[in-house]
């Protein structure tokens, strides 16, 4: 079965930048899209950002300029590179494939 764990998240202040990383298995990782969704204490879950088979990319307009999303096929992971991080960012993130969810990571940006 696919699964999905995150890792790289954890506390930094304003201004700073941290990676995720999505490693993917039992599934052809090529194959598909993923996501970078994010969840607020008390609020819904939120789309980050996508990036399909074929390098397309998407991102939430809150992300835009400040946050990357990319993939290596060869190692089955996807990541997420943050810059620029602001409070409001706070949040466990969460990577997605093929109906599958990771068990997210906590990033926590003070200011």
């Known amino acids: 079965q696919v699964q999905l764990v995150e890792s790289g998240g954890g506390l930094v202040q304003a201004g700073g930048s941290l990676r995720l990383s999505c490693a993917a298995s039992?599934?052809?990782?090529?194959?598909?899209?993923m996501g970078w969704y994010r969840q607020a204490p008390g609020k819904q879950r939120l789309l980050v950002a996508t990036?399909?088979?074929?390098?397309?990319?998407n991102y939430a307009d809150s992300v835009k300029g400040r946050f990357t999303i990319s993939r290596d096929n060869a190692k089955n992971t996807v990541y997420l590179q943050m810059n620029d991080l602001k409070p409001e960012d706070t949040a466990v993130y969460y990577c997605?494939?093929?109906?599958?969810w990771g068990q997210g990571t906590q990033v926590t940006v003070s200011s």
């Open positions: 997605f494939k093929s109906g599958v």
């Open positions: 039992g599934v052809i990782f090529s194959l598909n899209g």
């Open positions: 990036i399909t088979n074929i390098g397309s990319t």
